[in-house]
């Protein structure tokens, strides 16, 4: 058997994915180290992984991207925090393998310090990614707008224009920076910030068609293993069972972004309308939100009790709740606030699992009508549940991480 170190950045949308994969190769009698933000060292000791919290210094430099007037400043803003935590990374790794003398690591995207690390080190690593991949492809448009694809002349003119533009910039921001903390671990230098997403030997990709638009030029270390669907146990809220008819889950991101309007256009927008509103607030503020007698609004309530009668989630995009919603043939509106969330958007509209309301044309109007019509997408929505079923889960993912190793620290036969 073999030791497995996982390393995360200080977000429970990087974290949470990447437990049912931790939990089977547990299960195949693996053991599990697991570096991530404090909060949730305790709930991942409970499964019975050796877990630790990364550095404090790390979970201090918080995003500041909702501060962004455009996506693109957005999407800088959040590379400008991923390289400021690549410092502080560099160490931190480097104590938790020295803690916890794994074969070898597994490396979230985000953490490109503790990826140059793995990357100029001599153990075993692979890398996992629970949002869309920016990786530019002949098949898909340019990543971070939401572009849907085309694949006539003007929409391969645009994509050109597009990538140069905007993207091919945007995967240069902070390049020597990296490229000198990179050199200091002895991993090999970057052309552009793209080439992080295929430098690991195996890349767990927790997505799957059609979700993701099909590529023709994949790279061969990666690994669709589809949605990584997890939340903490929990039990269901007694009120839940007091509900009648249709359930609308609407959500708001777990690292804050300022998207507290959505609930407050939730709930007005669906007032009058022939459905109970869950809504979960997370980070945001509460007071003041004026709350209709067909809603009930929480800062925190387990999703899968309510996805199981949900007609419709709405929600700012984020790949957590998105997923966890399309995998169980939920159909979703969209209200993208900022980081991937375009490109979410984006996808579940090609996908025809739903619909999405720009923040900046967000009224109780629009959403109303956009949620009634994305209730009317669940086919859509059904056929994405299918592609990720078929992409193996986290068995799949486990077979991958395994190849990491000798065949003789593998087992030879896997857990029912």
């Not at 104590?95 to 995207?109: F, K, S």
């Not at 979700?211 to 949605?227: I, K, L, T």
């Not at 169980?328 to 209200?335: I, L, S």
Request: charge should be negative; include cysteine; glycine fraction near 8%.
């Amino acid at each position: 058997m073999a030791r497995y170190l996982a390393y995360t950045s200080p977000a429970r949308g990087h974290l949470y994915p990447l437990v049912p994969t931790l939990d089977e190769l547990r299960a195949r009698g693996h053991d599990v180290a697991v570096r991530t933000l404090g909060s949730e060292v305790e709930l991942m000791r409970d499964r019975g992984f050796d877990a630790a919290p990364i550095a404090p210094e790390i979970e201090r430099i918080e995003h500041d991207d909702w501060k962004a007037r455009t996506p693109v400043g957005a999407n800088k803003r959040a590379l400008r925090t991923f390289l400021r935590r690549a410092h502080a990374e560099v160490p931190d790794v480097r104590r938790a393998i020295d803690e916890t003398r794994p074969d070898a690591l597994i490396v979230d995207i985000s953490t490109s310090g503790a990826a140059a690390v793995a990357e100029g080190g001599s153990l075993p690593w692979a890398q996992w990614l629970p949002y869309f991949t920016p990786l530019p492809s002949a098949d898909a448009p340019p990543f971070g707008l939401g572009l849907r694809p085309r694949h006539d002349r003007l929409g391969r003119l645009r994509d050109r224009v597009v990538e140069r533009v905007a993207l091919r910039p945007l995967m240069r921001e902070g390049i020597d920076d990296a490229n000198e903390l990179r050199a200091s671990v002895g991993a090999a230098p970057l052309a552009d910030l793209t080439e992080l997403y295929h430098r690991a030997p195996v890349f767990l990709y927790y997505t799957a068609e059609p979700f993701e638009y099909p590529r023709s030029d994949w790279p061969p270390n990666y690994r669709m293993v589809g949605a990584g669907a997890w939340d903490p146990p929990a039990e269901a809220p007694e009120w839940l069972g007091e509900i009648d008819g249709g359930i609308v889950l609407v959500t708001c991101s777990s690292e804050f972004q300022g998207d507290r309007r959505l609930i407050e256009t939730a709930v007005e927008a669906l007032a009058g309308e022939d459905v109970f509103v869950v809504a979960t607030a997370a980070g945001n503020d509460l007071e003041g939100v004026s709350v209709p007698a067909n809603a009930r609004v929480e800062r925190y309530v387990p999703h899968a009790p309510i996805l199981e009668r949900a007609a419709c989630v709405v929600c700012h995009g984020g790949m957590g709740i998105t997923q966890k919603a399309l995998a169980v043939g939920v159909p979703v509106c969209v209200v993208p606030f900022g980081r991937d969330q375009l490109e979410v958007a984006g996808h579940v509209k090609a996908a025809g699992a739903g619909t999405a309301v720009q923040p900046f044309r967000l009224n109780p109007r629009r959403l109303r009508q956009a949620v009634r019509e994305a209730t009317g997408m669940r086919a859509g929505a059904q056929r994405v549940a299918a592609g990720l079923a078929r992409s193996g889960g986290a068995p799949a993912a486990a077979d991958s991480l395994e190849t990491l190793l000798p065949a003789e620290a593998t087992p030879a036969t896997r857990p029912a």
